[in-house]
DNA sequence: AATTAATATTGACCATGGTCATATTTATTA
DNA sequence: TAATAAATATGACCATGGTCAATATTAATT
């Protein structure tokens, strides 16, 4: 079964080896070939251990797929809250980008993070998702600090800021006409959200 | 091979006759068992016709799903202009509810239409893709006519609102806590994003 | 009508994610 | 430590979407 932070005992030596080492084959997999590519036929080949195992440790190929990724978004979530808040809007989308260009690096990476956004039709909100959660409240913070409209409640606003950043990254799917770079499309929208009752 | 509009002649009756069978049995079994249980087996024994002619008419499983759901979304757009635009910011949402309702009926749909809403990764843009357009154009008149505000291109906005249709949807399938309604939560973000540069 | 070319259909086969009864290992108890 | 219970690991097996060389049908040409 997964262990997801809170369960019971998770212990037992094995059990973690047997998950480290997958874990760590997924992510030599995912280095050298990318996320899409990844087999869990390979995944379980290169950490020698029965395809039976890998559900045992992971509900589904997305729940592992889930994990690491959701990993990496808190690795920029980290270095968000380390540096300080953007002071124009700018800075705001500047300082967002390279998550959202770590988000569209593959098509699949999209598309699963999309799906596992808005948590989980099950019970348990998935990592994914709660990075969502914790992105909000970042950016809450960045709204709260900068020079933007104080008219409408930052969860609101960092909420909205989501949903224009998944528009744009969505588009940035697009076919051949579509060659506004996501930063550009971003600005287009946030400076009506952000910026509305306009300050001179 | 997909014939889709604006390609060499699709003609041969067999071909169509065919391909309504396919169409014909996919609906049939979507009506009774919905859009998520659907198997390509299922289809082609339904239809009488062997598997391999079901990927000769569709790309694959999702290609067919397009076409049925753009349908059905084109449904709802085509009753959209044929009403007037909504008068106020309650009933614009109202209008649009039942199509965001249709488009939450089953996970399975919400996440094949965000998967395609963004136009396929390939040069062709998928049916879905062209209602998501054809839906901008629909919000851009019902902007255009409302009392909403006009300092930002109508376009804008209404990809906007699209957004953050997206947006509620994908929260609307999240767990238990999650009670609020979509159109409760859609007002929360349209009133400051349509309505900013206030009225009294 | 007969021959040929283009198009459509077929179904055995494959790729890959996922299941589950059984076997093995670890923890607990007598 | 031996016996027992609980937790893990195993791999044959299944479900389902998708492929493709071979076959059959329709259209075009003589």
């Known amino acids: 079964m997964l262990y997801s932070s809170g369960m019971k005992k998770p212990l037992q030596k094995r059990t973690l080896a047997t998950r ?3 874990i760590d084959a ?3 997999i995912i280095s050298s070939k990318g996320f899409g590519a990844l087999r869990v036929e390979e995944v379980v080949k290169t950490a020698a251990v029965a395809k039976g195992t890998f559900f045992a440790h992971f509900h589904d190929k997305d729940a592992l797929m889930d994990l690491i990724i959701s990993g990496e978004i808190d690795a920029f979530l980290d270095g968000f809250e380390q540096k300080a808040s953007p002071e124009d809007l700018d800075a705001f989308i500047l300082h967002l980008l390279p998550l959202l260009q770590f988000m569209t690096r593959e098509r699949y ?3 699963l993070i999309l799906r596992h956004s808005g948590a989980a039709a099950k019970e348990e909100i998935g990592p994914i998702a709660r990075t969502f959660e914790r992105q909000v409240m970042v950016l809450a913070q960045w709204i709260s600090d900068g020079p933007f409209r104080k008219d409408v409640s930052t969860v609101i606003l960092a909420e909205g800021v989501q949903a224009f950043a998944v528009q744009c990254m969505a588009l940035h799917f697009c076919a051949i006409n579509n060659e506004m770079p996501m930063d550009t499309r ?4 946030l400076e009506p959200w952000l910026l509305c009752p306009k300050a001179p």
Do not use: P
């Open 186 to 189: 971003l600005k287009l929208y």
């Open 20 to 22: 480290a080492k997958l």
């Open 26 to 28: 997924a992510e030599k």
């Open 109 to 111: 990476v999209f598309d």
